[in-house]
């Protein structure tokens, strides 16, 4: 059963590291580094992750010309993480470009990373989406079109609400992963998500995978409230 994948949402390695010590250390957990701490700690954050024992979703949103995109993923592919993204609004080019440099840049023997693109930010609604974007579409339109132009480049799937998945895998495949961030526990605080799903919900609608950070990073008991939000998840998922 797919592990939420924690958000490492921190300033830098000593807070990782004394969150992480909170897990017995065998537990091997699937975490996620976002900008914050790649931007203060660099490459060697990933590396000292992933030597732990974790599987590491690398969270950069590459969104910069093909050329540039491809030579980052030629670097970034080495890291060792499981999955990495771009910006579907990169588009064509740039999503298969990533994805070449992404292959390129493989170490032998390794796994090569997943690839998957952003369609449109949890923290964005339609309302905002079609007024400050000048999208005139609603926002499943939008959401599953650059889905589908995910898939065209040969990309593994999405970042996306899970509000979105089931439409998504129907027009592109079962296969097709949803990765879903913007996940609160009922009655839970949205902060700035403003597409929110609940863990038995996400896992009914067909979210592949969850991203969680402050409702796990920011709880009084982290531990339990990881646990809690995975036994949700399972949960639905065997009655689904
Ligand atoms: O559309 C997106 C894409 C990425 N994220 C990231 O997921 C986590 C969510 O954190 P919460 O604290 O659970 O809100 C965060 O790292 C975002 O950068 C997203 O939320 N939405």
Redesign the pocket.
């Known amino acids: 059963m797919s592990r939420p994948i924690i ?1 490492l ?1 921190f300033p830098d390695q000593t807070t990782v590291k004394s969150f992480l010590a909170q897990f017995p250390h065998t537990e091997q957990l699937y975490v ?1 580094v ?2 914050e701490l790649f931007y203060s700690a660099g490459p060697d954050i990933v590396r000292y992750l992933v030597a732990a024992g974790h599987d590491v979703f690398l ?1 950069l ?1 590459l969104h910069d010309i093909p050329h540039t995109v491809e030579q980052s993923m030629r670097v970034l592919a080495s890291l060792g993480v499981r999955l990495t993204n771009v910006q579907a609004a990169g588009g064509l080019a740039m999503m298969t470009a990533a994805q070449s440099g992404l292959i390129g840049g493989s170490v032998a023997g390794q796994m090569v990373p997943k690839l998957i693109a ?7 609604s339609e309302q905002q989406m079609q007024q400050e974007q000048l999208v005139n579409a609603s926002l499943m339109t939008a959401v599953t079109h650059l889905a589908k132009l995910t898939q065209q480049a040969g990309l593994a799937g999405v ?3 899970a509000l979105e998945a089931q439409q998504i895998k129907q027009a592109t495949s079962s296969d097709f992963l949803c990765i879903t ?4 526990l009922a009655g839970g605080n949205a ?3 403003q597409r929110v799903v609940t863990p038995q919900t996400a896992a009914q609608l067909g979210s592949d995978r969850l ?7 920011q709880a009084a008991d982290p531990v339990q409230a990881y646990r809690q939000i995975k036994q949700l998840w399972e949960v639905a998922h065997d009655k689904h």
């Open positions: 958000a949402d996620k976002g900008m969270d949103k952003v369609t449109q930010l949890t923290s964005t970042v996306c609400s961030p913007g996940i609160r902060d700035d998500q991203v969680v950070g402050r409702p796990i990073t």
